[in-house]
């Protein structure tokens, strides 16, 4: 066995006290757990750093990531003009059903059953499919 030589190092009370209770644990000396502590930390670094995944294995998940993306997106935007047309639709059948019906009624039916898009779903119709005279009153083109 090579000689051995005295190495110090100043740490925290505390600090000190964990190690000693960690090789106390470990059936080991504070020396020998000190030793060994140093020499696997040593295996852990090195120079030359490998990482974990490969550049083409990044750009890779990149693609599938941003295909997954791009999935939801459609999927997202699939939904929104269904549910637009359903409220759309909502809102024509309560006119035609309700000729000369005000603002206040179609808002007040749309909030009961569809939601609270109605201001935007007015402005997109109007003049298209329905007309709003200056009184309020809402009208289908029928």
């Not at 960690?22 to 030793?35: C, D, H, K, V």
């Amino acid at each position: 066995m090579p000689q051995s030589q005295q190495v110090s190092t100043y740490v925290p009370a505390e600090q000190l006290e964990e190690w000693d209770e960690i090789a106390e644990s470990m059936g080991m000396t504070r020396s020998e757990w000190l030793m060994a502590m140093v020499a696997a930390g040593r295996k852990k670094f090195d120079r030359d750093v490998q990482p974990d995944e490969s550049k083409r294995d990044l750009r890779r998940r990149n693609t599938e990531l941003w295909n997954d993306f791009q999935e939801v997106a459609r999927e997202r935007d699939s939904l929104q003009k269904q549910l637009h047309q359903t409220e759309r639709q909502a809102l024509l059948e309560f006119v035609n059903e309700n000729q000369g019906c005000r603002y206040k009624e179609i808002a007040k039916h749309l909030s009961q059953n569809r939601g609270s898009r109605l201001t935007q779903m007015l402005d997109a119709l109007d003049g298209n499919e329905i007309e709003i005279d200056e009184d309020g009153r809402v009208y289908s083109y029928d």
